[in-house]
């Protein structure tokens, strides 16, 4: 299976996947709601290019299904209007709670495996989330890890940030730090309403 050769292939990769711990008594309903985007890997895959003032929405639990709804928006690089896509993540029963599966409608992503890509590592729900993966990526010929830094306001004081990356470094000895991307969030940017409107049956391919 395609599946089997690219974790043989990924096994001999240049770039190393770090292994995070899954969050202990992750709790899902805790974690729903806004978080802005205050740092990610440049090209990480579930972004436009370019994207400002970027934000995920994540809503709607479903118990019964281990499924909640996405919402990733941005602006472009003038602050135009803004503009989003919805997706779902699906906590399947034999991984860890809190690292799922996110895919996005009509989204095409060749090389990310199916399966668990989000991974949460930390939270402390009210004010940030670190959030991790690695999967070896076709297009890339290697292992691409990315790392996401948000937080429940726009923006960090400087401390916390610094707090917040000194525990990636110590999580993620793998990682290249000079990889890390901060977003831009300010005064120029609009954001999507904290209650957003769902599709009624959203339907999606993994990234």
Request: hydrophobic share 35%; net charge negative.
């Amino acid at each position: 299976m395609l599946s089997n050769l690219l974790n043989e292939v990924s096994r001999n990769a240049a770039v190393v996947c770090d292994t995070v711990e899954p969050f202990a008594n992750f709790d899902v309903l805790q974690y729903m709601g806004t978080w802005y985007a205050i740092a990610h890997t440049k090209n990480e895959p579930f972004r436009k290019p370019g994207s400002t003032c970027v934000t995920a929405q994540y809503s709607n639990f479903d118990a019964e299904t281990n499924k909640f709804i996405v919402f990733n928006s941005g602006q472009n690089e003038s602050f135009n209007a803004r503009d989003g896509i919805f997706g779902t993540a699906t906590q399947y029963d034999d991984e860890p709670a809190g690292w799922v599966e996110v895919s996005f409608s009509g989204k095409d992503q060749p090389g990310v495996l199916d399966g668990v890509n989000y991974q949460v590592f930390d939270t402390d729900y009210t004010s940030y989330a670190l959030v991790y993966n690695c999967d070896y990526r076709e297009s890339e010929g290697d292992n691409f890890p990315f790392l996401f830094i948000l937080a429940r306001t726009p923006t960090l004081p400087q401390d916390t940030l610094d707090s917040l990356v000194e525990t990636c470094i110590a999580t993620l000895p793998n990682y290249d730090f000079t990889q890390l991307e901060y977003d831009v969030q300010d005064e120029t940017c609009v954001y999507p309403p904290d209650s957003i409107v769902t599709p009624t049956a959203p339907t999606s391919s993994t990234i």
